[in-house]
Nanobody, 126 residues
Framework: QVQLVESGGGLVQPGGSLRLSCAAS????????IGWFRQAPGKEREGVSC????????YYADSVTGRFTISKDNAKKTVYLQMNNLKPEDTGVYFC???????????????????WGQGTQVTVSS
């Protein structure tokens, strides 16, 4: 059983920054792919970014490339999502998920993920 706990959400003005954290109850992050998704009201869950545990390779949705950065701290067993130049359309509940096979293939599909956190709200508004 893997437990994921997100934190770091909040209210920020357009152009601002937030850093989200996903703390994982795992022996090592090296065995997992960890992804970040978001869901706005009335919309489907959308893949934002993913990091492959074995080598740290990162993936991003086109909508966040150049603004968001995913990283991991193996010692803290935590994955981060640094979000810069935030836009109102980035608003939503952000979830982190874990793929226990470690594969990042088709990371954008929420059905690839075996475990999810409870989510953290991000609101971008002036």
């Amino acid at each position: 059983q893997v437990q994921l706990v997100e934190s770091g959400g909040g209210l920020v003005q357009p152009g601002g920054s937030l850093r989200l954290s996903c703390a994982a109850s795992v022996a090592t992050l090296d065995w997992y792919a960890i992804g970040w998704f978001r869901q706005a009201p009335g919309k489907e869950r959308e893949g934002v970014s993913c990091i492959r545990g074995s080598d740290g390779h990162a993936y991003y949705a086109d909508s966040v490339t150049g603004r968001f950065t995913i990283s991991k701290d193996n010692a803290k067993k935590t994955v981060y999502l640094q979000m810069n130049n935030l836009k109102p359309e980035d608003t939503g509940v952000y979830f982190c998920g874990a793929i226990t096979s470690g594969s990042s293939y088709a990371w954008e599909s929420e059905y690839k993920y075996d475990y999810w956190g409870q989510g953290t709200q991000v609101t971008v508004s002036s």
